[in-house]
């Protein structure tokens, strides 16, 4: 409310609707309600599929698209669009639990005004030139369909080959923001049809990018790297922590800041000084939470479902219709 000279002009009109408003706030506890922000994405009308706001990273803009539509794009990016049905529609049915987590309780992605992005390193990888029939057939068989926990959303995550064995998403994602008892950890058959990069992998990195690695997470320059190893392990033998001279940071942290495409695991098995360069060897590829890919593409083999496929990865959780 303006405070000025002008309100000695105000009509009795305007201050008997003043007076409705003050009761009304009185009857609502002292004070009228906050405003409340717009909502991210239109509400979903009941049986109806929602419409999101997609941020296209490669042009640096939004469009409107069908939630089943996005699904196909990020469904077709993510594996091969020739895969079996059950292992393309399994992944349709995390790609739109994730997607409708992030929107109901992150806000999507925020940073671009949008529901989702087209950047993987920021939501999911998405390529809508590579649906084909296959992969719009799995999707369309699991339209509307996500998974819950306790009523809600879960983090849906996956990754490419747990090299064995998945791990929880402390270990593999160093998540610590709430509890994630629907995540299993489990032997993943996965690195038995893997393609051999994905099995096993060797990378060198110069002591200089890994300096700067360092200096990025913990914001202090840790010197000439002279010392490396891995202090600390989870159950199926990935890096929790790891030492760089008298520095003990996050085993996925490194990763990440080395380039989570070089240093394709944090499942462990070399992790030391050669001359100038870390050498690191490891297996699998990605976090190793979730649905392991390729353990879903063995299992589809084998003939199971898609909800069959999910639940070897997760656990408690039930399978429901957003939207039909």
Do not use: C
């Not at 309780?105 to 005004?113: I, S």
């Not at 949008?114 to 990888?125: G, H, M």
């Not at 084909?132 to 998974?147: E, F, H, L, M, P």
């Amino acid at each position: 409310m303006e405070s000025s000279s002008r309100s000695r002009l105000i009509t009795l009109g305007v201050i008997a609707a003043l007076a409705v408003i003050a009761l009304v706030g009185s009857l609502q506890g002292g004070r009228p309600p906050a405003r409340q922000p717009a909502p991210q994405t239109p509400a979903v009308q009941p049986g109806g599929e929602p419409q999101i706001t997609l941020y296209v990273n490669q042009a640096g803009e939004k469009k409107k698209i069908k939630l089943e539509d996005y699904v196909a794009g990020v469904v077709a990016a993510e594996l091969d669009p020739q895969w079996p049905e059950q292992a393309l529609a399994a992944q349709a049915i995390l790609a739109r639990t994730f997607t409708l987590q992030k929107i109901n309780y992150e806000h999507g992605v925020p940073q671009h005004g949008a529901d989702a992005s087209t950047d993987p390193q920021e939501f999911q990888a998405y390529d809508p030139s590579k649906i084909n029939d296959n992969v719009r057939k799995a999707v369309a068989s699991t339209r509307g369909q996500v998974i819950e926990y306790n009523g809600k959303y879960v983090r849906a995550w996956f990754h490419s080959n747990a090299g064995g064995k998945t791990d929880t998403a402390q270990a593999g994602l160093d998540f610590n923001q709430e509890p994630t008892p629907y995540i299993r950890v489990v032997s993943d058959p996965g690195q038995q049809v893997a393609p051999p990069g994905e099995k096993n992998w060797q990378i060198t990195v110069p002591l200089t990018r890994v300096r700067e690695a360092v200096r990025s997470i913990v914001g202090k320059d840790p010197g000439v790297i002279a010392n490396a190893s891995v202090a600390k392990k989870s159950a199926s033998g990935r890096a929790v922590t790891v030492k760089l001279n008298n520095i003990t940071l996050s085993g996925p942290a490194l990763r990440l800041a080395l380039g989570a495409e070089l240093m394709k695991s944090t499942l462990l098995d070399q992790f030391q000084i050669r001359g100038q360069q870390l050498y690191i060897t490891g297996r699998g590829r990605g976090h190793g939470v979730g649905m392991s890919q390729w353990g879903a593409y063995y299992y589809a083999r084998q003939g199971k479902a898609p909800q069959e496929i999910i639940r070897q990865y997760y656990q408690g959780v039930t399978f429901t219709k957003a939207y039909s």
